[in-house]
């Protein structure tokens, strides 16, 4: 019997050959597979129909771990059987087929670190231990096709034990692209803070003594340098916040095992799969009751991010201490990408770090950690990088035009929209400054050469003085290709109907701003979409309210808190009681009052986060906002462990929901309630408001599904409390899945905006 067999998915560089490879030779089947690109793998099997049966039935259920098939089309073929064994087809003739995927950098397998850990592998005790299962990829591949001289790996010839498994077929390590050894590979050296060479004979394990010891040490990586401190003591995190000017942003933290972060954070099943995933993301846990670690790792809240580590080099770093976990925090000098160059390491951190583990490995590519929490079951992104991009998300249908996004300004990432696969890259940050602007350009071109897209449309937001907004014009004008501005909200939107493969939507959008239609500051917004009537439009909102000051209104909550409250109460007194809450004390609050009064350099906003900002500060969680989001994050860390004391029933007035009564409420109960009381208070009115309001809109459009997006989103309660309302109502209720709700995942949304979707209203060209 002859048949020839397509699978499609993410097959490539993932061992997914040499696996075809090992099962048709054990089933005495003849022929060949080979890449077709982006096709798939194409097998050709001759032999006896039970083995080409048991052949299926082993590549159904003994796929490599990394490879994720999306389908497998059997066809039977007549003729002569024509081959003599069965070989792989070398990639170097298929190399230029496009759409090509390439695959995300994988966490050290089991397999590895057993080896790691015996005396008597040739790799024992090596850090950069890989297989074909594991190992960087992204961040080493430097061109296509996927082949060691393209990756940063060609510095490193291979030895003739390396070689000898590289070019066996039966072997794990059979066209490794990553292989190497003690002898052959890069080697790992650590150095003082101005990159003298420390001469230890186990400079890794030396670094994790050194960090445990008090010292900060900057760990180069797969994907860039982290800064590394111990989570036990305060004095050199104290050290770290103030050489990074970080006072409040929580640090994300390497156990050195699982049981470790039992001993002081709650970790549920679904956690505990992400965790340990090939993926290794670093996840938001609930801090548990007997916390012991420092309260400068994650201050104020109540989860910290918890990774486990992925490279050899992180499981040596604890061997000799005892340390349950070590502050693993991205080395990025302020408001720039992480660093990932030796000599700019030495430049950038030589006053923040008093050593250095260097390999001497080149990073091809920067990418932060992926970063993800878990609500009730699922998983929600907040930050998609290390681990997953750029792997695509596929859609169910393609795209007509090959597309470019640029996202918006914070927490950014690019994306490429190719026939039904979106790539997505990895986390480029807040693009405000040349460096930034530059990373995010590279990022894009490089992404285009790897997918080999020939892009047509390039697509930014709506806001004219974006960063984003100007690269994409000047690129536009280079390039010749079709510019489209997408606004905010419903990029958002148009993310979660393609994510779902839904046609009508009426979508919550909340976040803490995006520039609407006619300028506005958006950010709590109503959204009904349907592809059959080809219409985007905005059908309710949260009630407009003042930002006195515009963007210190952003920083200094309490400004937001002032303009809601004077709209029915005299606040006076209270601000004045709080002037040290303001930089410039009393002077500053008789000024805001001024403003207040004759509406001077008062700027209206139906921002939901700015709303959670003002609550925060009313009960005095946050004054100043000094990372993104961190108002709304500690009154959600405060509002878990509270319940509805005020049981407000949402203020409908036509199609906004009023903010200011509520507001007010929790002012004047703030000395008789509890605080943590009042936090889930005013996240159920809200929510409750919100989702009454989109129910309304979706039976009045005869609407199935309502979805919930936007950095808003990433919040546990909120997500639950329309979830209920929405399935009480008897209509369907989505998230994101696949990509994050906040502007990570903005990219994404107007790439499917401006290649799937064709509503009337928008994108502007
Ligand atoms: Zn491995
Ligand atoms: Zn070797
Ligand atoms: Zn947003």
Redesign the pocket.
Known sequence: MRVRIRVTGIIQGVGFRPFIYRIAVKNGLKGYVRNMGDAGVEILLEGEESAINNFLKALENGKPPLARVHEIITTKLGGEHQYADFRIVRSSEEAELSGSVIPPDVAICNECLRELRNKRDPRYDYFFITCTDCGPRFTIIERLPYDRENTTMRDFPMCSFCQSEYTNPLNRRFHAQTVACPKCGPKAYLTTSKGEVLSYRDPIREAGKLISEGFIVAVKGYGGFHVAASTLKDKPLMRLREAKHRRQKPFAIMARSLEAIESFAEVSPKEVELLTSPMRPIVLLKKSANYYLSQLVAPGLHNVGVMLPYTGLHYMLFDNIDDPAFVMTSANPPNQPIVKDDDEALKTLCSIVDYFLFHNRRIAHRCDDSVVRVHGEKQVFIRRSRGYAPAPVMLREKADSCVLALG?ELNNTACILNGSKAFMSQHIGDVENVETREFLRNVAEHLARLTNSRIEVVVCDLHPKFTTTRLAQELATQNGWRLAQVQ??FA?VAALMAEHGVDEIVGV?C??Y?YGINGEAWGGEIIFASRRSSEMKRVAHLEEQPMVGGDLATRYPLRMAAGILHKKLKVENWLIRNRHNFPYGENEVRLVLQQLEKGHGVIKTTSCGRVLDAAAAVLDLCHERTYEGEPAMKLESMAIKGRDVLQLKPIIKGAVLETTDMLVEVFENREKRAVADLAFSVHSYLAEGLAELAIEKALENYVKVVGFS??VACNEIFTKIMREKVEAAGLRFIVHEAVPP??GG?SFGQAVYAGLFHFKTQPFY
């Open positions: 918006g905010h909200h958002h959008c976040d803490g995006g936007g950095g906040g502007d903005l």
